[in-house]
């Protein structure tokens, strides 16, 4: 893995939330986007080398509506970059990581995603990220 490549945030109103990290940050978020397969929409700010992920749920039967209900407004995964994702996702299985999916598919901002089951990382959902160069 490279880096963090960005920490995910769930929460309710994405507006507002969008409002807080821009005084926070002193910049607003670089892009938006809806991710139907995930019943999301995101906004991502750049912080230095990472990025900050808000998440709010698009349908109420989405795994951010689903986290929000249970845990409430905050920090919902920690994304790592990586060149190669198949390889690292190999690895995290063969090390006792929890795979969510059974392949890497299209995320946000670009990038190819892969989730574990925060049961395998002390109750935080981990994600590799690989940027889509096609």
Known sequence: MNKIEHIGIAVKDITAANETYTKLLGKPPYKSEKVESESVETSFFQTGESKIELLQ????????A???????EGIHHIAFATDDIEKEVARLIAEGFQPIS?????????????FFHPKSANGVLIELCQEITK
């Open 57 to 64: 749920a698009t349908s109420a039967d989405s795994a951010i």
């Open 66 to 72: 689903k986290y929000l209900e249970k845990r409430g």
């Open 102 to 114: 059974a392949t890497p598919k299209r995320g946000a901002d670009n990038k190819l995603v892969f």
